[in-house]
């Protein structure tokens, strides 16, 4: 039985990531890039998919899980009365001359202690067999699969072959510690500095400095640090540092819904996603990923935009590939939730909100960073006119639904969004603009938003056109400047959308209906991200108290190192992929917002 999904902690190198459950176990982990074949999938089938434990033989010990302070660099405790022992778990940054490694520590810090270590990988989601053989005082295991990869295990005790893994039993006493690296052992790239006698300790000490630096030169300072901290690092994490680009979770086939088929491969480069991303760190003060993601966001719109005749697409691949064909894989499903998908279809679909969300964030590195280039530009104008010539169309809309296309409202509000800030790139530099032709639409589709998706019944904004129900993806609205969040239109749709669908804190996105389905089996969760849009919505319109309320309680519902799921289920267990970007996203900006609304007050209350 594996761990639940927010037992886990996240570790990474900018160029992959694992998740570390609170039993020593790396139960998940792609190799060497975020969307490589795993080489540990216990977590989605237990047994086969592959794992690396390290913990006390001993049953009874109690087990605590917390990051070294503002780094992520993660520390597993095991507490009993006969003893008390330290997991730490680290994956060195490759641009410090590191290969990729995973390289884990255990020390005794009370008493006697006998653990055991399995190391027992599985690769090519567990397709591929494998070799292991004796390289020295190293194990070497060399996939048999078409992916090639070669891993060199080194461990400071001894270690014995068991069929096609490695295992260890070993005791320490108090103040001793052993360490195991697990690192890239493919035929070219830099010389293992994990040869050296002080690895460990340096690679430690190196990856500790490297994200002290990176989190200390974050400008928030507000109520929420550590939170904000957190979330910062963690998307961090879910950045390429060779690319610019970034996946929306590390991780494929955590399912939404226990036992049914919502279960989806997020181990890609979304533009809705990356541009929250993008938005939410420049707010933080970190210029170096605004301009890597804006170099690699530029190749997209020149290499596919609607220009050239193809409309920029959902997601890509880290490097930037379009295909990313969709396929079942032979696995158990995390608690027999299946199928098990790799790839993601959903990038065919045509998601007109992307365009909005893309060029806020644009408009946002204009004022922000640096001026946009010309260059940019003539492939951004393009886009910018293909959105005002297709803002109409119906698509699958934000939450990627499979039940048929439909006129949504975000869509047509992002697209609005699209052609705003289309204008007002091109009136600030004077960019040449079919500026008449833009004004038109935006502002026809302004007109049609209060005309044909207004339910004056309701009193509301409805989900689509001639739809009799609201969508949590409204709450984006007056955070895009849309509609004020105080006018009496919004606040009936937020009473709408609190009496729909708010629980407590917790906020669903849509419920699916015969009228509206969504083409999928079960009821999922709540959704991460849309408690701290409803938390940003209340600060917005005035409402302080009730906005720091909610937020706290959205903040309660992270698992014990800070991070989310995509979703929450009826108990608060997470649910979907994990960590997800966008509830860390939307958690920055609230705590910014409210953070600087609340200090207003306080301003003009001592005055």
Request: net charge positive.
């Amino acid at each position: 039985m594996n761990e639940p999904i927010e037992n886990h902690g996240l570790i990474g190198d900018l160029e992959t990531a694992a998740l570390v459950a609170m039993d020593g176990c790396v139960d998940f982990m792609c190799f060497p890039h975020f969307d490589s074949p795993t080489i540990f999938a216990d977590l989605l089938d237990p047994g086969k998919g592959g794992f690396f434990r390290i913990s006390p033989e001993n049953e009874g010990f109690r087990r605590r899980q917390r990051y070294y302070p503002n780094t992520n660099i993660l520390l597993t405790r095991f507490l009993s009365p006969e003893g008390v022992a330290e997991l730490s778990d680290l994956m060195p940054v490759q641009h410090l001359g590191h290969r990729h490694a995973l390289v884990r520590r255990v020390k005794a810090v009370r008493g006697d202690i006998r653990f055991r270590m399995t190391c027992a990988p599985r690769f090519d989601y567990g397709r591929a067999g494998h070799s292991i053989e004796r390289a020295g005082n190293c194990l070497v295991f060399r996939s048999r699969g078409s992916d090639r990869v070669a891993l060199r295990l080194r461990s400071s005790v001894p270690v014995k072959v068991r069929g096609a893994d490695a295992e260890a039993s070993f005791v320490l006493r108090a103040g001793q510690y052993a360490s195991f690296v697990l690192e890239d052992a493919r035929a070219g790239g830099c010389a293992s500095r994990a040869e050296q006698s002080d690895y460990v300790s340096e690679a430690f000490k190196e990856t500790m400095n490297f994200w002290l630096e990176w989190i200390g030169r974050s400008r928030y300072r507000g109520r929420w640090r550590e939170m904000v901290d957190r979330s910062a690092l963690t998307l961090k994490l879910m950045t390429s540092l060779p690319l610019g680009s970034m996946v929306a979770a590390p991780t494929f086939g955590l399912p939404e819904c226990i036992g049914q088929n919502r279960n989806w491969d997020y181990r890609y480069t979304w533009i809705r996603d990356a541009s929250f991303t993008l938005e939410a760190l420049m707010s933080l003060g970190y210029r170096d990923e605004a301009v890597s993601f804006m170099d690699w966001m530029e190749e997209r719109v020149k290499g596919g935009g609607p220009r050239r005749g193809r409309r920029l697409q959902v997601m890509y691949g880290l490097n930037g590939r379009r295909e990313l064909p969709e396929e079942t894989l032979p696995m158990r499903g995390y608690e027999d939730s299946r199928p098990v998908r790799i790839g993601n279809a959903a990038s065919r679909q045509l998601q007109l909100d992307i365009y909005g969300e893309l060029l806020d964030a644009v408009y946002r590195f204009d004022r922000e960073n640096e001026p946009l280039a010309f260059d940019f530009w003539k492939h951004l104008e393009g886009a910018v006119d293909w959105v005002s010539e297709n803002w109409s169309r119906p698509d699958e809309g934000i939450w990627e639904v499979r039940g048929g296309a439909k006129p949504f409202l975000n869509s047509r509000v992002a697209c609005w969004v699209a052609l705003d800030r289309g204008l007002r790139l091109a009136s600030r530099h004077s960019f040449p603009a079919p500026i008449e032709k833009w004004r038109r639409a935006r502002d026809r589709i302004y007109r049609e938003v209060y005309d044909k998706f207004w339910n004056p019944r309701m009193k509301a904004f409805t989900q689509y056109r001639g739809a009799k129900a609201v969508d949590a993806s409204s709450l984006r609205m007056p955070i895009v400047g849309f509609i004020g969040a105080k006018d009496p239109r919004w606040l009936s749709t937020m009473k709408e959308i609190e009496n729909a669908l708010v629980e407590d804190s917790l906020v669903y996105r849509y419920l699916p209906s015969k009228a509206a389905p969504d083409g999928f089996k079960g009821r999922e969760g709540t959704f991460s991200v849309c408690s701290f849009w409803y938390v940003e919505c209340l600060a917005r319109s005035g409402d302080l108290m009730q906005a720091r309320f909610i937020f706290e309680k959205a903040l309660g519902y992270a698992n014990h190192l800070g991070l989310y799921a995509e979703q929450l289920g009826p108990s608060g267990e997470h649910l979907g992929n994990f960590p997800q970007a966008l509830p860390h996203i939307a958690l920055i900006n609230a705590a910014v917002m409210l953070d600087a609304r609340l200090s207003e007050g306080d301003r003009e209350g001592g005055s």
